[in-house]
């Protein structure tokens, strides 16, 4: 058994979720439960980034205080964790005492050479919550959010990030700190490669609303929302009082991944790790940097207007089937498009004319043999077969390529379906009974894999599927001991109703 601590990035709560959040959230929670499910002790972590100046802007515009603001928004974006079956373990809030003890501390344990201050002028964009070069522009506009940064000219304090660039090469060429895709890490060592300066990391009392978290002994200066909202990571662990849960969940966890959007991979990849090297902290083992989820080729944001309300689209779609397309039909790796169209396509293919058929299938022809079904009379090339695709499967998983993964389960759907209609089970069911209870633990075998290796994606569904053949034992070990059992089937409610 081995240890992880997995985070999701921590958003602004500067407007109500979107599905693009949605998605960031769902990988995760597939990652974990994949990784409880195979025995392993994970702490899944998530919050939200509440001192942000995007937040301040925001509440100014609507009117309303900015804590009040913030405890709303917060509160919407807890509230489509459970509704999207999403069971993260801590959430933290980054205007909590234990966040604040952490970031003062991370601040003071940072390497007094790698602090300076100093007056600045530059082009500053909101979104990004960052300051732009003149070269990163894309007709003169920040290219992530589409609006024309700021000019800001003001003295802060600034970290010695440049110093790292050497150090932080190594340990990205060198996959000590591993970063999924290969694509993505290409990008932060070309970055790397390209030259880094030092940056920002307070920003003055007044253009920051007076909100955050002041700088140890300069009340004229808010602490950088990166360094503040990066440190969370540690702050939920107590960080700031010594607590036993950062010695157990850092410094002694066998991987520490966090799960993250393309547009964050420099502040994740590049400033977060040369902060914990500059304070003495380990560094992450794991980025995994997914794409965008996108409608109508353009990136779903709340800055862009184009944004998918998931409290709807879970009314809409389904929990399940939404989990199961933002995973499948979206790349783990790449951006994905979302229309209603191409859901219900791959609703009618994947689920009900899928796995959901299959499963009315199997249980209708168990049911029709009328007599109970040893799994021990399973063939061993079917045993074979299943085995190494669960492998293949498992390897897929353990890079985050989810879409890969559940390509490799379906490939055990459409294997199913095609040994029902090769082997005629119905036919032989009528004339010979024990061969038939062979072709069914068969079926079985197989369909309990599917289920199980199904449950990190679609946990109702993944136990609906064991339940239904009679499989209750979802232990670690379930994949070891249910071939030992004797099952009676039943036809099985429909999965997924076919739409349209």
């Known amino acids: 058994m081995a240890r992880y601590y997995i985070t999701t990035a921590i958003p602004y709560v500067n407007a109500k979720p979107h599905l693009g959040h949605i998605l960031e959230f769902i990988e995760t929670d597939v990652l974990v439960r994949w990784l409880k499910q195979n025995g392993n002790e994970v702490r899944f972590q998530t919050g939200s980034d509440e001192n942000s100046l995007k937040n301040v802007l925001s509440a100014q515009k609507a009117g309303v205080a900015v804590k009040d603001f913030v405890d709303t928004n917060t509160k919407n974006f807890q509230d489509v964790y459970p509704l999207y079956e999403i069971a993260y ?111 920002s990391i307070s920003r003055s009392r007044e253009r920051a609303g007076g909100w955050g978290i002041e700088v140890p002994g300069d009340p004229s200066q808010i602490i950088y929302v990166w360094i503040d909202a990066l440190a969370n990571y540690i702050t939920a662990l107590n960080y700031g009082s010594d607590g036993p849960d950062f010695k157990k969940w850092w410094q002694e966890s066998n991987e520490i991944w966090h799960i993250i959007g393309k547009g964050i991979s420099r502040f994740h990849a590049v400033y977060w790790p040369a902060i914990l090297l500059s304070a003495g902290i380990k560094t992450p083992d794991h980025i995994f940097v997914h794409g965008y989820l996108t409608t109508e080729g353009e990136k779903i944001s709340k800055s862009l207007g184009n944004v998918i309300d998931p409290v709807e689209a879970a009314r ?136 199980w290796n199904l449950k990190p994606f679609m946990p109702e569904t993944g136990e609906k599927i064991l339940k239904s053949l009679g499989l209750d034992n979802n232990g670690v070990d379930f994949l070891i001991n249910f071939p030992n059992q004797i099952v009676s089937l039943k036809k099985a409610e429909g999965l997924f109703p076919r739409h349209g």
């Not at 909590?96 to 500053?124: A, C, F, M, T």
């Not at 045993?383 to 985050?400: H, P, W, Y």
């Not at 459409?414 to 633990?441: G, N, P």
């Open 316 to 451: 809409e779609y389904g929990v399940e089937p939404l989990r199961y397309f933002l995973t499948h039909e979206i790349s783990a790796y790449d951006d994905g498009d979302f229309s209603t169209k191409r859901f219900w396509e791959r609703y009618n293919s994947d689920l009900a004319g899928g796995i959901g058929n299959l499963l009315s299938r199997v249980t209708t022809l168990g049911e029709l043999l009328g007599k109970p079904i040893n799994l021990v009379k399973t063939e061993e090339a079917i045993k074979a077969l299943t085995v190494d695709n669960t492998e293949r499967f498992s390897n897929s998983m353990k890079v985050a390529h989810f879409n890969e993964a559940l390509d490799i389960l379906w490939e055990l759907v459409r294997f199913s379906d095609k040994y029902v209609a090769d082997h005629k089970v119905w036919e032989t069911i009528k004339i010979d009974q024990e061969k038939a209870e062979i072709e069914l633990a068969n079926l079985v075998y197989v369909l309990a894999h599917i289920g």
């Open 89 to 199: 373990d801590d959430y933290i809030r980054t205007t909590e005492s234990r966040h604040k003890e952490g970031v003062l501390k991370l601040w003071q344990s940072l390497n007094p050479e790698d602090i300076y201050k100093k007056s600045y002028k530059g082009l500053y964009c909101v979104g990004c919550e960052a300051f732009l070069k003149e070269g990163d522009l894309v007709n003169g506009c920040c290219p992530e959010h589409k609006t024309k940064p700021e000019i800001i000219e003001e003295e802060n304090y600034f970290f010695r990030l440049s110093k790292y660039q050497n150090q932080l090469l190594e340990l990205i060429s060198t996959d000590k700190i591993k970063i999924i895709p290969e694509s993505r890490k290409n990008e932060v060592l070309a970055l790397l490669k390209s030259g880094l300066e030092d940056i």
